[in-house]
């Protein structure tokens, strides 16, 4: 019994959160002219991926169901690299 209310209680914690958790000090360490790769290593994997033109645009978002916080973050590129450093305001904190 504990251990089924136990587990209950973590699916709908996991359910109550939908998108890529990351954090605004990882996300403040991207720079112009980081690879994809190297974006995705510090924040994770995006969850939406755009294309237009030359440019790629990915884009994080995470919602927490429990505090009704949502965070996101975009980044383009142009030929596999950063266009720029996302912009993010000092009081953004984890």
Known sequence: MIRTTLLIS???LLAACAGTPFKWS????????????????????PTRVDAQG???RY???????LTYS??????DFQNGRA???PPIPDEFQD
């Open 26 to 45: 990882e996300a403040r360490q991207i720079r112009a002219g980081m690879t994809t790769a190297e974006v995705t290593a510090l924040v994770g994997p």
């Open 70 to 75: 949502t965070r996101s973050l975009r980044v």
């Open 54 to 56: 030359d440019v790629v």
């Open 10 to 12: 973590c699916l709908a």
């Open 83 to 85: 266009t720029q450093a």
């Open 59 to 65: 884009v994080w978002v995470f919602v927490n169901g």
